[in-house]
């Protein structure tokens, strides 16, 4: 076995301890004298013996074992047996009781010191209890939520609502409320945070209970604890669901020990000590150097010491550890002796210098210990690094991270043990995402950041509401000089908290090394293959929080990920320069459809993988080359039956029977089933019979079949690389694609990993961190409101006044706390480099879609996560990074925009895109576009075939179809042209608070003249465009508005009884989509009668009477529901429920409104006539409705000035700031033509029989008859009636053709006959 890094390659076996006939040839390697003083030196006298040089005896390679079994004795009482102690009763390996002590359901960790909550309020105790003396253990917050800790008796008994803390005889502290519990409960200590620990002290002497954070103490919780016979105590811990904590009851060194306090489990003392001094033998061959030409010892530095592999030397090393490397399998000594000796020589100096130390190191400990121990030794070693790492308190400078991480790095740059950890324990045994997170404190002032960051600020944002918002107030000097001073401080921040990020991102590049494949697989495929598994388990897992990977992990991982892959890409083209640059990456499409890479059970915008497979084989064969074989087809066939099979009958009794006795539970690892600190859970602990919630498909199957199946731990190099002969990841190459390759294929499986990490939990932890800011501006506001409070109080209200002070003082300390941790959150989640990071997954993304939108039909294998990372992302940009950073400064920014609008124009309606929850997601995606000026702008730039296309797309008949969205986006495109539609906010609602400033639908209206352009255009086209357009449109209004009134009688009725109701929110909210529904369709229609009014007034074309009279009857209908004296409208609105905040008189009237303008005003004569005549015939048309727009409840006489509006009645009169004197003026001139049209049609009427009036609508006379039936109505109800259906209203004949039918020429036929 060879070994690197000491200047020569050694031959482990030459070197192994040597017989008795060995060893004495072995002293002549160098002088005797020389030899005796060199291993005097290396080992020295035991301490009780005189370090005399006169007294010592000689020493060499014979008598050397008797020595060190000398200098390894210890004393009596480091010797004495850890089994029974004073004051303590149980096991002396303290671990949690998985067998008996616990209650609901919890996951544990293989060293039974994790446990991870999986019920309401699951509890669980330790296998020892003390009842005498004073006892420490230590419990590691993995999660801040909430969790009660500290002890209990065993006659304590819980349940899924009553843990430790809340029965008579147990105690506890809650850092989440910050509490103290011991069936009441008081305020006590502080907020616990992730990363924090806890010591949780018991003092059986003096009967107090306390407890410690992070080494700082909370002070006594408890006095006069029950003791006494049968009164013991043990450690015990209630959780919650998905919390997590690790315990350490002393198998490690405690982190911050009590002086007086014993560890519940007794340290290895005596072992310690054998360890210490091995470690400074070995420290002393280092340091220690032969000058075998001058026959004397030279003392070097360690960094300076070279072994040349002189036989003395190894020989030496051989003794220390055949009795060392045993040691060195011992959590306890690798983190107390061999973790603090690495530790020392990473601090003495700069990486340059202390690497090539911890190399000799690990060369000798490869060489010199069996491959079990060494494999033991840094397994045990990661752990505890990561563990110090994570569980660090957060300091100015970051030291304690950097030290670590430094370490770190030093380990991993060793190639050998990089590559044993990372085929072994970083991804299998480790959650080593903890090394690329940085944690944000929860406590500034602990973290020193008060120091860091002497001055705060915070913005001073003005609100939004009104018609156009206030006036920004300008900026003071003094407000400038906290300003600048706050943001320097924040820079020294950002630059210490880069130097952690840098050194993350040489971790990461240290496992992406792909030129270190000497007599072995390179990091990278391993570190490939393990990246692969970790995103699958966190695919197959979510919904199972214990198996995912933390968001905020995830974030911090991404970056780095993108940093280290960046370099690699940039590094590859420097090398070729016909490959691509990384600022022009993305992943070529036939990654999706070869089967090279597997995308578990991940959704395809076409559908199921098998399904694509049998249904897109020939373009396969066609257009990529790739001919899948029928037995594979046949086989994906019966995989897609064998899903929703029921496991057999065995294998679901045994995990019920196992989990019924309350057993521990071996699971087949399911994946990110993680401990808080380190490893994986492996045991389900259970009060009662459950079912486990296992994924439906295995996360890795052999008896699958699969298109070119290869499992991620089957594939080599060159199926991902590819040879002369092979094109790797890159198989079935499509002739739209250069046949250059863009950088190494193992570089773009790591992209393509990158993006679905987005996709997976990133995006929504970066949502969830923007709470800081918002804290911040609520908090801005409140105390911006006490200052003005204060200002206006009078001064004789002293009583007032003190506590406006108080509540000013409050705030302004809380602002100072969030001003400092919103500092934090911008230096590791908003920076500029993020974003930067953020976007170029975004232009990724974009090159990668239009890419697989070149192979036509082969466009269906690309994951759908791709469409949502490119709309995830440019979301997340506009919402979360563009409060800090402006986006208009984005290198390619117009571009993009252009390029992402193109996408979402074009897929929104691709028929090859099946999944009903993507297309939603691209249909609100675009909606949202639309709505903000520079993306309408983007999606005007691109090419107007697309736009055309889009906008034909929109004008689909909306049924079979999601139209809400649709119906949004053309009203978007309207908003600001329509009749008072120039509003951001409705007038009734502008006093109140705006839920999010930010929202689409609180934009300032930004109508697009281009697109209305083209949709008039389209429906000016066919004859069927329009008439199958409106029916729809009209159709959606009558639905909506409908319901809408019967869910407002249902509120009414509830709200008028007696007793107390409480009508469902939801109702509510139903209730109030629908009016909204209805408001934005009755736009629709005012912009297609603005944009084509002939649609509906030109006599010529075959529909527009029938859309005429439907139109009238809606508009008619609405009216009357909506202006009816002390009607149900009125009194809901009034009521002014929450959830119906939107509802009320103006949006729908002036929708209405601006339609009938639009028929009654705009027109030419011949146009105006018509639609009055229709409107007039309509038997629910009432004048006083359109008197009510104008505030007067009865009409005016003709020819009389209409009075003054009654200001307590409704009047479009009284929204000036909302209508112009034009508007106005165009309403009152409807209301005249009106009221003449209606006298006069009241004068010019004749009775009609009811037997001539069409049976279906009673409105209008009989005028068509249907054939072969014979049966008769109006020709508006069968021309609308035939819009939707074929079979006749009476007898369900089918219609084969409608005549014209007249009485008299009917009557005069038939007398003749």
Known sequence: MASKGAGVSFSRKNYRLSSDAEKSRATGIVHEKLLNDYLHQIFPSPDHEPPTTTSRKSLNFQNLPEHLDQLLQVDNEEEEGQGQVEGRLGPSTVVLDHTGGFEGLLLVDDDLLGVIGHSNFGTIRSTTCVYKGKWVYEVLISSQGLMQIGWCTINCRFNQEEGVGDTHNSYAYDGNRVRKWNVTTTNYGKAWAAGDIVSCLIDLDDGTLSFCLNGVSLGTAFENLARGVGMAYFPAISLSFKESVAFNFGSRPLRYPVAGFRPLQDPPRADLVRAQRLLGCFRAVLTVELDVVEGRLVQKESSERQLQGQPTILLTLAHIFHRFAPLLRKVYLVEAVLMSFLLGIVEKGPPEQTQPVVHQVLDLLWLFMEDSEIQDCLKQLMMSLLRLYRFSPIVPDLGLQIHYLRLTISILSHEKSRKFLLSNVLFDMLRSVVFFYIKSPLRVEEAGLQELIPTTWWPHRSSKEGKEGKEVKEETPEERQRRRAYERGCQRLKKRIEVVEELQVQILKLLLNNKDDNGGEASRYIFLTKFRKFLQENASGRGNMPMLCPPEYMVCFLHRLISALRFYWDEYKAGHPRAAHSEEAYIPPQIFYNGKVDYFDLQRLGGLLSHLRKTLKDDLAAKANIVIDPGELQAASMDDLDEDEEPTPAAAQRPLQALAIGGALPLPRPGWLSSPTLGRANRFLSTAAVSLMSPRRPLSSSDKVKVRTLTVEQRTREDIEGSHWNEGLLLGRPPEEPEQPLTENSLLEILDGAIMMYNLSVHQQLGKMVGVSDDVNEYAMALRDTEDKIRRCPKRRKDILAELTKSQKVFSEKLDHLSRRLAWVHATVYSQEKMLDIYWLLRVCLRTIEHADRTDSLFAFMPEFYLNVAINSYSALKNYFGSVHSMEELPGYEETLTR???????????????????????????????????????????????????????????????????????????????????????????????????????????????????????????????????????????????EFIGMIQEIQQAAERLERNFVDSRQLKVCATCFDLSVSLLRVLEMTITLVPDIFLDGAQPTSEMLLRRLAQLLNQVLNRVTAERNLFDRVVTLRLPGLESVDHYPILVAVTGILVRLLVHGGASETERATSVLLADPCFQLRSICYLLGQPEPPAPGAALPAPDRKRFSLQSYTDYISAEELAQVEQMLAHLTAASAQAAAASLPTSEEDLCPICYAHPISAVFQPCGHKSCKACINQHLMNNKDCFFCKATIVSVEDWDKAASTSTTSAA
């Open 900 to 1042: 992402l609008a193109a996408i979402l124009a074009k897929h929104f309606a691709d028929p090859r895109i099946v999944g009903t929850d993507i297309r939603d997601s691209l249909m609100q995606a675009l909606a949202s576009y639309v709505c903000y000026p520079h993306s309408l702008r983007a999606v005007e730039r691109i090419p107007q075939e697309q736009r055309v296309a889009m906008v034909r797309n929109l004008l689909a008949p909306y049924e079979q179809r999601p139209w809400a969205q649709t119906n949004w986006i053309l009203v978007r495109l309207w908003r600001g042209c329509g009749f008072g539609y120039r509003y951001t906010r409705l007038p009734h609602l502008l006093k109140t608070k705006p839920e999010d400033a930010n929202l689409p639908s609180l934009q300032k209206p930004c109508p697009s003249i281009l697109l209305q352009q083209h949709m008039a255009d389209l429906l000016r086209q066919g004859p069927e465009v329009a008439p199958s357009f409106l029916n729809s449109v009209l159709n959606q209004l009558n639905w909506a508005f409908s």
